[in-house]
């Protein structure tokens, strides 16, 4: 079955810097496109990033662009989020998933497989 699992995640000072990544399994991984997003408590789930099959191009949520990067290792089955510049608002739990296209999406009803998510907390 396909497995995605986020790592990476953890207690940052606002300004800091983290690199999430999510490994792949039971899934062509590089013919798909993949994507994050996050939730933060009380809020809905927001699109943060998303990369196509062979990492050519990528769309970027208002909030993070500039600051975050998207990349993704098809040889080792691995997505990446380069997290830059973090801010408070930047808290939530960051997660991984997969597209059953080679086309890079921000609408998460396109996606049909989830990680777990993992905590990222930016401290003030």
């Known amino acids: 079955q396909v497995q995605l699992v986020e790592s990476g995640g953890g207690l940052v000072q606002a300004g800091g810097f983290l690199r999430l990544s999510c490994a792949a399994s039971?899934?062509?991984?590089?013919?798909?496109?993949m994507g994050w997003f996050r939730q933060a408590p009380g809020k809905e789930r927001e699109f943060v990033s998303s990369?196509?099959?062979?990492?050519?191009?990528?769309l970027y949520g208002d909030s993070v662009k500039g600051r975050f990067t998207i990349s993704r290792d098809n040889a080792k089955n691995t997505l990446y989020l380069q997290m830059n510049s973090l801010k408070p608002e930047d808290t939530a739990i960051y997660y991984c998933?997969?597209?059953?296209?080679?086309?890079?999406?921000?609408?998460?009803?396109?996606?049909?497989?989830w990680g777990q998510g993992t905590q990222v907390t930016v401290s003030s």
């Open positions: 039971g899934l062509t991984f590089s013919s798909k496109a």
């Open positions: 998933a997969a597209r059953n296209s080679q086309f890079a999406d921000s609408d998460a009803g396109w996606y049909f497989a």
């Open positions: 990369i196509n099959w062979k990492g050519s191009s990528t």
